[in-house]
């Protein structure tokens, strides 16, 4: 290892000979020089291209978008996707913290850490989404509580905040910071409250920035009840990404997990989900009616696949006790629902307002660029939870 | 436990309060009423010869100073916003943002807008059917239409803006942008239900574009620019509230009858004289997405002409605030439930295990 002391000087160089060693997580095999890891940071150039490409030259050259069109892939794939895969973090840490709910404590620092970087996704893409990102803070200071946007914005820098401070311990700890870790140890429930109040909120807000489209949104997505039908879909994603993720790196950094935390997580999207079916067939039925499900063309199309994909199939494969026991049909199941879930995104930030921007002759495809750059995001997540993972202790109470 | 639980208790109680209650509520929903000295302009189809005389003389009026496409250059734009100050510009525009690109074979001769965009907010188009042969028959004829911000009573567009650039004069009603607030995320875009806000979609450092009804040049004493320039009494400007009763009068009287239409504003002196049209299905703008301050008049339908059917007679900033208006009682919902949970799960647990309250 690089002894950093001799660059750095004894106080820094010591910090980061402390942050950079691995020996708690050796058993966990994470080697960093991998192809994957190469394709991975080939991504993240190219979007860190595409967003200097933006800033120099302004949206209208790198995206597709347009004024009947104004919010597309990034809004709706990395914003509303990304926050959505985020929810499991506040679930995890809500039970561990204040029901105190300690068999899932095991995975506690891992979906939290996924949270942060989920939440890091969505408020990097939103900057270069946003026209003058360089004041991209002035809602913090320019108050204006009528704008569910606003209140998002608000959200989004607390509950970063929030994460980083659930998160903190792991880096405190390497750190030998005992003073630090105290202080954290001692707020750790306050901050899992508010977390979780801001959770609730952010995720729920994220559907309520449609409630003002009730004329420009299809009626198969609109609803009064759009926000909650947000909520309830991230929590359906939040067991599912927890689940995922854990058998993931089960598999991939060759560690154990209680299968009883597993059958938990799954009986979590199967009451989950079920709820959100219910929730999203009562409002075709009390709104277009069901008809609309044949008659809608390629939303319609859209409407089935979602439910079919997130909802009915997970939900079934995981509705008899015994596949509950299943590890793999549980990672399909999970699976499953994330896909449906950011397919939901997509249909509401994108597809949803296609017939009314349609009837006034606009049409819109994402370009090049905004698929690079919402690759390049995703490959981003994913490398910090992996040099995290190597770094971090992140599995504390599992292996050695 | 480092700190005891009941001194925990109670300062997670006390600060769910203080949060609950230090988010102001009532006052700040937005009115749903006309303001007292609120302004528009009334459009009547019927009489507009499509001119185009209010669109130049908006594009020209709009690009000095003040106006609503005066643009200082890019580095001033964003030091202004950096410093959250107000452009305090005077010099002149080299040109107005004239369109010249926007059909084949106009490279740069003459201003040829296709649709309200960044650089046109006034537009006046042309509805067309079969031989077009009458004006303002729905078959085989034709009419024109404006389309422009219509300055909404209850504007979806000022509600959802999230640093405020968007602002609803509380005296005159205009609808105004303030660019240095602006962070350019287009939900102004979306919300409007007549799609009214555009986008410089090539600016590095781009504005909400929106008819601001010359509000600069109300400021001077004048009135808006299309009114001032329309020959024929198509567009007037006046109070909305006459210009409520003027568009009712119209609508009611017989087609045929002799008229003294006023031009250029409600109380002016110089009119047009001249047979009522029949007039379709109602007056534009007196309940539209709750009420708009410009109304409008036309003889063949406004769905014909392509206005949305869907927009709702009520205003839309109260869908979100009935949702925006729980958020309070959320936090307090979870602090006090969170906490009661918290303080039942760990003493059963603390009857079990003894490992208790430090988690990381
Ligand atoms: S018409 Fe659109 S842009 Fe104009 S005030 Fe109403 S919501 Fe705002
Ligand atoms: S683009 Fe500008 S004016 Fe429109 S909502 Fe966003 S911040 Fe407000
Ligand atoms: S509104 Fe008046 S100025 Fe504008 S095109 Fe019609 S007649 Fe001409």
């Known amino acids: 290892m690089i002894d950093f002391t001799t660059y750095a000087g004894p106080k820094i160089g010591n910090a980061l000979n402390k942050l950079l060693d691995d020996r708690h997580s050796r058993h966990l095999g994470i080697k960093m020089d991998t192809p994957f890891t190469r394709v991975l940071v080939f991504l993240i150039l190219g979007a860190a291209f595409v967003a200097g490409y933006r800033v120099i030259f302004g949206l209208g050259a790198s995206t597709n978008m347009n004024d009947y069109w104004p919010w597309g892939l990034w809004i709706a794939f990395d914003v509303l996707g990304g926050v959505a895969m985020a929810a499991g973090a506040f679930m995890i840490a809500g039970a561990v913290y204040i029901l105190n709910l300690k068999k899932y404590k095991c995975i506690a620092r891992a979906s939290i850490l996924n949270a942060f970087f989920g939440y890091l996704l969505a408020a990097i893409s939103i900057t270069f989404d946003v026209g003058r990102s360089a004041v991209i803070w002035h809602p913090l200071i320019m108050w204006q509580i009528n704008s569910v946007m606003f209140i998002v914005a608000l959200h989004l820098v607390l509950y970063l905040t929030t994460l980083a401070t659930e998160s903190s311990p792991m880096v405190f700890e390497k750190l030998g910071w005992h003073r630090a870790l105290n202080a954290v140890h001692r707020i750790m429930v306050g901050a899992v409250m508010f977390g979780v109040a801001l959770s609730l909120l952010h995720q729920s807000s994220l559907g309520a920035n449609y409630l003002i489209l009730p004329s420009k949104l299809s009626p198969l997505w609109y609803s009064k009840h759009i926000p909650y039908m947000f909520l309830v879909s991230a929590l359906m994603m939040g067991f599912s990404m927890v689940s995922f993720e854990t058998i993931l790196t089960g598999k991939v950094f060759n560690h154990q997990v209680p299968k009883n935390v597993l059958e938990g997580l799954a009986k979590g999207i199967v009451f989950f989900g079920s709820l959100y079916f219910a929730m999203k067939l009562g409002t075709v039925i009390s709104g277009p009616g069901l008809g609309v499900l044949l008659h809608d063309g390629f939303l319609s199309f859209m409407w089935l696949l979602e439910m079919a994909v997130g909802v009915v199939i997970p939900v079934m494969l995981l509705a008899k006790t015994s596949s509950r026991k299943n590890i793999e049909t549980i990672f399909v199941a999970s699976i499953l629902v994330i896909l449906g879930v950011l397919l939901n995104r997509l249909n509401v930030g994108v597809f949803a307002v296609s017939s009314y921007a349609n009837h006034v002759g606009s049409d819109y495809f994402p370009s090049i660029m905004e698929f690079v750059l919402t690759a390049g995001m995703i490959a981003f997540a994913i490398l910090g939870f992996k040099v995290c993972a190597k770094y971090l202790n992140l599995f504390p109470d599992t292996g050695h | ?360």
């Open chain 2, 1 to 360: 436990m480092t700190i005891s639980r009941r001194g925990f208790l109670k300062g997670v109680t006390g600060s769910a309060v203080v949060l609950a209650a230090g988010i102001p509520s009532v006052e700040a929903k937005m009115s749903t009423e006309l303001p007292s000295e609120a302004v528009g302009l009334l459009y009547d189809a019927t009489l507009c010869v499509g001119c185009k005389s209010c669109m130049v003389n908006c594009k020209t009026k709009n690009s000095v100073p003040g106006g609503a496409l005066y643009k200082d250059g890019v580095v001033p734009g964003v030091v202004d916003s950096l410093l959250c100050r107000k452009s305090d510009k005077t010099e002149a525009m080299k040109s107005p943002p004239y369109e010249t690109k926007t059909i084949a074979g106009n490279e740069g001769i003459w201003d040829a807008s296709q649709d309200l965009s960044g650089d046109t907010l006034n537009i006046i188009k042309a509805y067309r059917n079969g031989t077009g042969e009458m004006k303002d028959s729905p078959t085989n004829g034709h009419a024109f239409f404006k389309q422009q911000c219509l300055h909404c009573i209850s504007p979806a567009c000022v509600s959802v803006c999230p640093p405020g650039a968007l602002i609803k004069d509380p005296k005159s009603g205009i609808v105004y942008y303030d660019a240095y607030r602006c962070i350019g995320c287009r939900y102004c875009q979306l919300a409007c239900p007549f799609n009214i806000p555009r986008y410089e979609w090539s600016s590095p450092w781009p504005e909400i574009r929106k008819c601001q009804l010359c509000r600069h040049r109300i400021a001077e004493g004048k009135y808006a620019a299309c009114a001032e320039y329309c020959p024929t009494g198509a567009t007037i400007f006046g109070k909305v509230t006459d210009l409520r009763e003027e568009a009712k009068k119209r609508f009611a009287m017989k087609p045929g009858t002799i008229y003294d239409f006023p031009v250029q504003t409600f109380d002016s002196k110089s009119t047009s004289t001249r047979p009522v049209a029949a007039y379709a299905d109602k007056i534009y703008g007196l309940t539209d997405a709750g009420g708009t301050q410009n109304l409008m008049l036309s003889a063949v339908s406004f769905e014909l002409l392509g206005f949305s059917k869907d927009i709702p007679a009520s205003a839309l900033p109260d869908l979100t605030w009935a949702y925006i208006a729980k958020i309070p009682w959320v936090f307090l919902g979870v602090f006090l439930g969170g906490t009661s949970l918290y303080a039942i799960t760990s003493r059963k647990n603390k009857n079990g295990t003894d490992k208790g309250d430090h988690h990381d």
